[in-house]
């Protein structure tokens, strides 16, 4: 894209103000800052009109969903492992981890997978989930292919860090590194930020980006080349995740089912969990903050609650479904969030408020595109320890007690 295809396409949008510095700024700046232009998605801009106009989409209606409850996966247990190990085996299941995010919460500079969770020796989140995963490779006796998305923001620490730590004993060659993809933030009028004179202010484009930026790096030619039929999605939160869980795989493919969530019954009724319900007959997910009293203490007769089973991002897609929706545009989530910007006079600003809009799709809503999704209950002792705050819930603290629980040496 040069100067005069950049100009035509931000006047139709009003964005002129991106090249307001233009001419201030070095070839190389100009260069990069063209690119960004070539590459916005003004659709976005469409989509934040609606928001203002409050046009969101209705939910459709919403019901409890079950699930495959502990008990009945106990009793199953060997011919669910059975048809999850030949899976493996077979080269039929990937894993992809999301590890887009930085460690700003824990008060740590870097990607959050480098935090060290230790407390007498050096224990890497990214490192509990290629052990955890190397646990299934041990006993499928075959490598699982293994995506990392980053962001632009910490993918060079990510892909240095694991070389630097050898890869914490996974071969290289199953595993393929991508960028996330991302979004501009725009101000309250609309207008596309500026963090320099030359550079658009962006963001990754959340976590449901993943396919598109997946596909983008080109690596569907390794899903095609391997004969890869299903995708493991699951974050790097999550230091007791088990990944590419055998049983959980089996389950879902002799289920029949397009997808899998693992889930955990909830642990009150007020628990700030997404939980896994059908929409208008659909498998969905419907937030905490959506549901009305009545659905967040309606119960069965057995007394459990209706709306029971949260999910803890961990996945099961096909690959040829997950195609297929590539062209199904996915909702497309605004958030009010502080974003660092140049003003009109090219000073920098760096906001203590909320003063702008991000644009993020989420994975969750991959399940509602789904036709059936197999709801797998699992132990939250034994497969949920997200590590999100420094303190509190969810917390370091939490995550290493519960690994502590699981006979994890720190």
Not at 261 to 282: F, I, M, Q, T
Not at 350 to 364: I, Q, S
Request: charged share 25%.
């Amino acid at each position: 894209m040069n100067n005069i295809e950049a100009k035509a396409k931000l006047e139709a949008y009003g964005q002129l103000h991106l090249l307001d510095w233009y001419d201030e700024i070095s070839e190389f700046e100009q260069c990069q800052l063209l690119e960004q232009i070539d590459a916005l998605d003004m659709q976005l801009l469409d989509v934040f009109k609606k928001y203002q106009q409050n046009n969101e989409v209705p939910r459709g209606k919403l019901e409890p969903m079950g699930a495959l409850t502990i008990e009945e996966i106990a009793e199953n247990h060997d011919k669910f492992e059975s048809a999850g190990l030949e899976a493996i085996r077979h080269g039929k299941i990937g894993a992809v981890l999301l590890a887009g995010g930085m460690g700003t919460r824990l008060g740590f500079d870097k990607p959050k997978g480098m935090y060290n969770i230790g407390l007498t020796k050096n224990l890497y989140i990214f490192e509990c989930l290629i052990h955890n995963l190397m646990q299934v490779v041990d006993q499928a006796g075959a490598f699982v292919p293994l995506f990392i998305m980053t962001s632009e923001k910490n993918d060079e620490d990510t892909r240095e860090f694991f070389a630097e730590m050898k890869y914490f004993g996974y071969n290289p060659e199953y595993i393929h590194f991508f960028i996330q993809d991302t979004a501009p933030a725009v101000d309250a009028d609309g207008k596309i930020l500026l963090e320099e004179k030359g550079k658009i202010a962006t963001s990754p484009n959340g976590n449901g980006g993943w396919f598109s930026s997946l596909i983008k790096a080109g690596l569907l030619n390794v899903l095609q080349r391997e004969e890869i039929e299903w995708l493991n999605i699951f974050s790097v939160d999550n230091v007791l995740q088990k990944i590419a869980d055998p049983c959980f795989i089996g389950a879902t493919i002799l289920s029949g089912c397009e997808s899998g969530s693992k889930v955990v019954s909830k642990a009150d009724p007020e628990e700030r969990v997404g939980v896994l319900c059908l929409e208008n007959g659909k498998p969905s997910i419907v937030e905490y903050y959506e549901m009305t009293p009545e659905m967040i203490a309606s119960r069965e007769p057995d007394g459990r609650l209706s709306y029971n089973y949260g999910v803890i991002l961990n996945y099961l897609f096909q690959t040829k479904k997950l195609t297929e929706l590539l062209n199904n545009q996915l909702a497309v989530h605004i958030v009010n969030k502080k974003v660092p910007y140049i003003n009109k006079n090219g000073e920098f600003v760096n906001p203590t408020e909320a003063n702008a809009y991000k644009f993020e799709k989420l994975v969750l809503d991959m399940i509602h595109l789904q036709d059936s999704c197999l709801s797998y209950e699992v132990d939250r002792e034994k497969e949920f320890a997200p590590v999100k705050n420094a303190e509190g819930v969810d917390s370091v603290s939490s995550a290493r007690e519960l690994l502590q629980k699981n006979g994890i040496e720190l």
